[in-house]
């Protein structure tokens, strides 16, 4: 894939720009229709199970339809075909997985069409706004007169500054778009993959028809899709530095065409009305067409027998005229450089008429102008030099969670070569037993892909913190020999995995009851939990209320403030309320303690198990007030991330943003500032990709204070 557009003629906003626009949206347009249409076929389907049979027909014939949309697209046509015989043979079954399917289709394409072609759409609403404000102010600066020397100024400053946002938002426009037409590719082949994954998971009786079904090589298809995307996306986003300063709209483009670019035009009729057209010498004419259409008007049919001048006399500026035997012709520029470019282009494709060699020549006609833009001349080499400084692609961190002794299997069955995880959980699962965990609830169990789906350092950090052995140490603490028995194998069907994984996350019947003892070497938390229960308000919930739940609250608590996660998760499988305040701590919660701990996993463990991430203590202080107080930048990101409040303010009404301030913390004061400035973007009507660079900032940020965490580390 590449982009829909050349980024000159994105740039100098030519007629093959806004006609390449149009042809993408009316693309964008059918594929939105096609992808509303797949998504109501799989809730007819959902709705609809006493005719299943039917409406999964109808669902196979949207799919046809869908591969045909692809045509001209191999890999995907090919991917959607395998899919879609599947689908077929899988007709014979009557009864569905309502909630997979639901997950599988309908939720991944609705949220498709809601999150990126919405985004396309209101991004080329505020393109349109942009770009009419800009030919008024085109039309405002070339009717100032020259007497008004101040006003001139004003406009032609602020047409710089127009023109500058202009180009910007058009390479917005057209990075969005150009992702988009590369990001529904795999998007579309994904899902339909995961719908097939999904009744492999839960339909035994079509596990044998599903092992046939070549499912690696669409992984692979996809994996290649999504990072020709993310790579189409790194060369597009540079392309910002092609706009200048002082962009000129004059430019080259080839042998045929000398020069181009927007001039205005005086009208030969009584009105002497002026229309800014896009003029083009080529092939010895000088010729203009209008920005929205593809037929152009000769002006000259011949430049042999014409003159050009510069205007001097008259109200308006940075005019010339073009004189022919029979023709009078009144242009102007939109400044005195681009009028004396324009007469040098013009006399040099006069000059080269005459010597009857337009090719041979045309670089050097060329050269009077391309000058005006060196951005536009020197793109291969920027982008080369682009492309040799981006950041070596990160590593997959499926061979990084695996390599943990224990998580080389499925934590439930022990199949081999897992590629699933349970993020909240800190274990790997195979992609049977995932979907069984998907089943039992988001609160119980949050199931994401090693390969496919994109992982934030902090939670990869969490699973090499956790894994296999240490959650099924506490678990499966009391299996005896008949218990065993149960314990489901690679071969397991999946009544017996779930039945299995049931009993085991959420009756917990094979965890002990007893209260868990902390070990000698763990002086550091047996003191801060000997400390709470000391207390003689602890004491009182101790003696009338359930003991245990107390005991493990305080545990987690104390481990959150230990920075020992461990026995945060120990705590939390034996019961352990994330939302526990401890009355004798200004009814701070483990995720506060946490945040006083400093540690980023810690934060990140309690967070993904439904830690309330605004949670005030008595004080009035979040989450985030602390993490300021602190300077813990890392934390500050990853709150920032998961929802943080920023205008949240403590019993001082002060919020974190003026504790930041105080604390002349450079990187936070900037992270919580572009926070708020993206938080009112969002609001912005005409608001476009700002959230994606507030994302990527506060990547960087993350990223930068993990290198400097590790770099003042002590050694072990």
């Known amino acids: 894939m590449k982009a829909i557009v050349d980024i000159k003629d994105c740039l100098s906003d030519s007629p093959t720009f806004r006609t390449t626009l149009q ?24 709705e609809s199970s006493q005719n299943s049979i039917r409406t999964k027909a109808a669902f196979i014939n949207g799919v046809f339809e869908l591969s045909v949309y692809f045509k001209d697209d191999p890999p995907v046509v090919n991917a959607l075909d395998e899919n879609n015989k599947i689908l077929k043979k899988l007709l014979q079954y009557e009864s569905m997985l309502v909630d997979q399917m639901n997950r599988a289709v309908s939720r991944n394409l609705n949220n498709f069409l809601k999150r990126d072609i919405n985004k396309v759409k209101e991004t080329k609403r505020h393109f349109d706004k942009i770009s009419e404000d800009y030919d008024n102010l085109l039309v405002r600066n070339s009717t100032c007169l020259k007497s008004k020397a101040s006003e001139s100024e004003e406009l032609s400053n602020l047409l710089k500054a127009t023109r500058s946002l202009f ?31 999904a009744y492999g998971t839960y339909f035994h009786q ?16 996809i994996q290649e899709m999504r990072e020709d995307t993310q790579a189409l996306h790194r060369e597009l986003e540079h392309n910002h530095s092609l706009v200048e300063e ?106 080269a008429a005459y010597n009857g060699a337009p090719s041979e020549n045309s670089n050097e006609a060329s050269d009077s102008y391309e000058s005006c833009d060196t951005s536009v001349s020197s793109y291969s ?19 990084i969670i695996t390599g943990l002794l224990g998580n080389e299997v499925c934590v439930d069955c022990g199949s081999s070569d897992p590629q ?29 892909a090693l390969i496919l789906d994109s992982w934030d350092p902090e939670q990869v950090k969490l699973m090499t913190s956790l894994g296999n052995r240490l959650v099924n140490s506490i678990l499966e603490t009391e299996i005896d020999e008949k218990h065993k028995t149960h314990k489901p194998s690679p071969t397991s069907n999946p009544s017996e995995r779930e039945s299995w994984i049931q009993a085991k996350y959420v009756k ?103 830690a309330p991430c605004n949670a005030q203590d008595s004080d009035g202080k979040s989450p985030l007030h602390l993490a300021t107080e602190v300077s813990n ?64 900032v506060v990547r960087d940020f993350s990223n930068k204070a993990s290198i400097k965490t590790q770099l003042t580390k002590p050694p072990d």
């Open 508 to 610: 917990k019947h094979f965890m002990g009851n007893s209260l868990e003892s902390l070990p000698d070497h763990l002086e550091e938390l047996k003191v801060c939990v000997r400390r709470l229960e000391s207390d003689t308000r602890i004491k009182e919930l101790l003696n009338h209320s359930d003991g245990s739940q107390i005991h493990y609250d305080i545990l987690l608590y104390s481990a959150a403030l230990c920075s020992n996660l461990e026995y945060m998760c120990r705590a939390m499988l034996r019961g352990a309320r994330v939302n526990w305040s401890n009355p004798i701590e200004k009814s701070k919660t483990p995720l506060h303690a946490a945040v006083i701990g400093g540690s980023v996993p810690c934060c990140e463990y309690l967070l993904l198990n439904g």
């Open 381 to 399: 080499a920027q982008a080369s030099t682009q492309s040799n400084s981006c950041p070596v692609k990160s590593q997959r961190v499926l061979p």
């Open 633 to 696: 930048t890392g934390i500050v990101c990853l709150l920032l991330k998961r929802g943080a409040d920023l205008n949240l303010t403590d019993s001082s009404g002060s919020d974190s943003l003026s504790i930041a301030v105080n604390n002349t913390n450079a990187d936070i004061v900037t992270l919580l500032r572009l926070a708020k400035l993206n938080e009112e973007m969002q609001n912005d009507e005409y608001n476009n990709c700002n959230e994606d660079i507030f994302n990527e």
């Open 206 to 221: 079509g596990s044998d028809i599903l092992n046939d079904f070549d499912v690696k090589n669409i992984l692979s298809s």
């Open 23 to 46: 042809q993408n949206e009316d693309d964008i347009h059918a594929l939105e229709t096609k992808l509303e249409k797949i998504v109501k076929l799989c809730n007819d389907m959902i």
């Open 420 to 448: 699933w995880a349970s993020i909240n959980l800190g274990v790997t699962l195979c992609i049977e037993c995932s979907g069984i965990h998907r089943s039992l609830g988001v609160h119980i169990s949050k199931v994401k």
């Open 167 to 197: 180009q910007h938002t058009a390479l917005d426009y057209v990075c969005q778009m150009s992702c988009l037409q590369s990001k529904k590719r795999y998007e579309v082949v994904d899902s339909l993959l995961l719908l097939v994954q």
């Open 246 to 351: 002082k962009p000129c709209s004059i430019s080259s483009d080839g042998q045929s065409i000398r020069s181009q670019g927007y001039l205005f035009k005086r009208t030969t009729n009584a009105f002497k009305t002026w229309n800014r057209r896009w003029f083009m010498i080529q092939n010895n004419r000088l010729i203009y067409q209008k920005r929205s259409e593809k037929n152009y008007t000769v002006m000259e049919e011949d430049l042999r027998l014409c003159n050009v001048k510069p205007v001097t006399e008259g109200e308006r500026r940075f005019c010339l005229e073009i004189v022919s035997p029979s023709r009078y012709h009144m242009l102007q520029a939109d400044s005195q450089e681009s009028c004396e470019q324009w007469i040098s282009s013009l006399q040099a494709g006069i000059d």
